[in-house]
């Protein structure tokens, strides 16, 4: 290229050359304490119960629960994020079962603190969802709309229960005007000043819950437009954010992750408190689908979509691979690339 002098004067392919030097200068890094394990599990069965939509998830019974944290504890994983899945009988237009304290989140969470006590950080989902005849995240009013008001009593209950059950953080993921702000004052009032609040903030109405409401056996009708953000919308994120922390959220959550991290790295430039974001059911059922017909390389599709996540800002990641990723990056060396 002498006919251009030093043309190309700036060369960054040279940063590429080896993987030791990519590693060196990888801005990006994944490691298993990023990683939170969300898990189902049912009531009332014996053996785990496979997912369908998502292969290779299952809804644990308590005892696969127990093993399937301690896994998570060993690989480094930091924390559990648990869902309940009730016996069909046992849902209520009210919801009944997640403020039983005998209900199945609740006996989860208290196995799964007996069995790893502190080595994890124990999360419990707070909504209505999971334990209503009508599926919806709230209770209704006559006319069929989801009830703020009245929800936010039910999740005040719920924050209680859960914590009494040994959640470290509580979720609320409902969508609901003023929740965060029930429930910080439910736990203060109850004794449970240590339990934070990892706020879902933003939380848009998305095709790609699809999977969940498999793993949940999910009784709803319709959908949940008018409490979970539209997908066209940017700006009503930061308004929603700056309600939860005003509310007190200790942590803030992005759902789903893949298809909106604009809005997680502008959430992620905006607030000083940890950042999670919940790669959700359908960001895993399609990758999955796709490995298995040959069309992506499994491992590094799954790397990458995390790497992404964290490259946009957050700090922690919900993901349903969380264990095994993490086993992976234990093993992780720079001849693996
Ligand atoms: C509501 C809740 C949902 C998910 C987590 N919490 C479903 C919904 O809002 O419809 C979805 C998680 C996923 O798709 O992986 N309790």
């Not at 953080?169 to 609901?176: A, D, E, F, Q, T």
């Not at 003023?178 to 939380?203: F, N, P």
Request: with cysteine; aromatic share 6%; charged share 25%.
């Amino acid at each position: 290229m002498t006919a251009y002098g030093n043309f190309p004067g700036s060369r960054p392919r040279r940063l590429r050359t080896t993987p030791a030097m990519r590693r060196m200068v990888a801005e990006t890094r994944l490691d298993p304490a990023n990683l939170i394990l969300p898990a189902f599990v049912r009531e009332g069965v014996d053996a785990p119960v496979a997912i369908s939509a998502m292969p290779g998830v299952h809804q644990h019974t308590l005892d696969t629960l127990r093993k399937a944290a301690v896994e998570a504890v060993s690989a480094g994983v930091s924390g559990i994020m648990l869902f309940g899945v009730p016996e069909d009988e046992k849902k209520d237009a009210r919801g009944t079962a997640g403020t039983d304290p005998d209900g199945i989140l609740q006996v989860a969470l208290r196995a799964v603190r007996e069995e790893v006590g502190d080595d994890l950080v124990v999360m419990s989902d707070l909504c209505l969802d999971e334990y209503t005849d009508h599926g919806h995240c709230g209770v209704l009013t006559a006319d069929g709309r989801v009830d703020n008001d009245a929800t936010l009593e039910r999740y005040a209950e719920m924050a209680q229960v859960q914590a009494d059950a040994g959640a470290h953080v509580v979720g609320p993921s409902g969508m609901m005007d003023g929740q965060v702000g029930v429930i910080r004052d439910a736990l203060d009032q109850t004794g449970h000043e240590d339990v934070s609040i990892l706020a879902y903030a933003v939380k848009y109405s998305s095709a790609f819950y699809g999977p969940f409401r498999e793993a949940v056996g999910s009784s709803l009708t319709g959908d949940r437009k008018t409490y979970q953000q539209d997908p066209a919308n940017a700006r009503e994120s930061l308004r929603e954010l700056a309600l939860d922390l005003a509310e007190g959220a200790d942590m803030v959550m992005v759902k789903p992750a893949g298809p909106y991290l604009d809005i997680l790295a502008k959430v992620a430039e905006s607030v000083d408190v940890p950042v999670a974001a919940y790669q959700i059911s359908g960001e895993y059922a399609m990758i999955e689908a796709a490995a298995e017909k040959g069309w992506i390389d499994r491992e590094k599709a799954i790397l990458e979509s995390l790497t992404g996540i964290r490259r946009a800002g957050a700090q922690m990641i919900l993901t349903y691979w969380a264990t095994e990723v993490a086993q992976w990056l234990g093993g992780r060396d720079v001849r693996r690339g």
